[in-house]
């Protein structure tokens, strides 16, 4: 699944817009009542639009004045596209992410390349500041977020024998998870040995990249993701 992250990731953090810390973990979005404005098909394609606007949830959180669009295309490959405006007279700074779930056969038969010479930010060492070297192989609980980056990353699957390819557009983060067995048996959702067949590699702009919108203005993140099997 995807959940859809807006409009901060992770634990809500004060910034130059707002003091305020209160919330969901990775904000409201992914909980929230989503509006159908249009399924069509476009020749193989089904596309899907949905919209969120201020709810009494948003707006006790201090987020009254927005419309996000999210755009689905499910085809040969599968296009999100998720557009934030800002309605209201005030400068305002959001995080927003694709909270991508992978399903893989062995997590630890999956690689990852596309992040070399990347920067990072540890979550699992104190937020420590690290540069990748590929091929990313997961041994361990992961949680990265990549800065700075607008690259492409392909996951290839040994056991599976196939690659996924992750591409994106207007988006400066990439947060590469996995819980693996610890944490995810402290997980209510899922499965003590889950971790094993996900990964999340999610396109995303959160900490150094999260971005600010003037008045009236508007901010389109779009991911691509395909599938090769051998």
């Known amino acids: ?11 809500r953090t004060k910034n130059e817009f707002s003091d305020r810390t209160d919330g969901p973990a990775h904000g409201f979005a992914r909980t929230s009542q989503w509006s159908v404005v249009s399924t069509a ?12 606007k201020p709810t009494a949830i948003s707006r006790e959180l201090g987020f009254d004045q927005f419309t996000v669009l999210y755009e689905v295309t499910l085809g040969k490959e599968l296009n999100l596209s998720l557009r934030m405006v800002n309605n209201s007279a005030k400068a305002m700074q959001f995080e927003e992410a694709f909270h991508t779930y992978l399903a893989v056969a062995d997590v630890r038969d999956v690689s990852l390349v596309g992040l070399k ?7 699992t060492d104190n937020l420590s500041k690290k540069i990748e070297i590929e091929p990313l192989r997961l041994s361990s609980e992961t949680d990265r977020l990549y800065i700075n980056t607008a690259s492409t990353v ?3 699957e040994d056991t599976a024998q196939r690659q996924i390819t992750l591409s ?5 983060t990439t947060v590469v998870w996995n819980p693996w067995a610890e944490a995810s048996a402290k997980m209510a959702d899922m499965e003590p ?3 094993q067949r996900m990964v999340c590699v999610e396109t995303a702009n959160a900490g150094v990249n999260a971005i600010v919108l ?5 901010h ?3 991911a691509t993701i395909s599938i090769d099997s051998n």
Do not use: C, N, R
Request: hydrophobic fraction near 40%.
């Open 1 to 11: 699944g995807i959940p859809v992250i807006f409009p901060w990731f992770g634990a």
């Open 154 to 156: 392909t996951l290839h």
């Open 41 to 52: 098909l476009q020749k193989e394609d089904l596309v899907i639009v949905l919209k969120l």
């Open 193 to 195: 040995d889950g971790w």
């Open 117 to 123: 010479d990347v920067h990072y930010f540890d979550k």
């Open 214 to 218: 003037g008045p009236g203005q508007s």
């Open 220 to 222: 389109t993140m779009q």
């Open 168 to 172: 994106k557009e207007d988006s400066a």
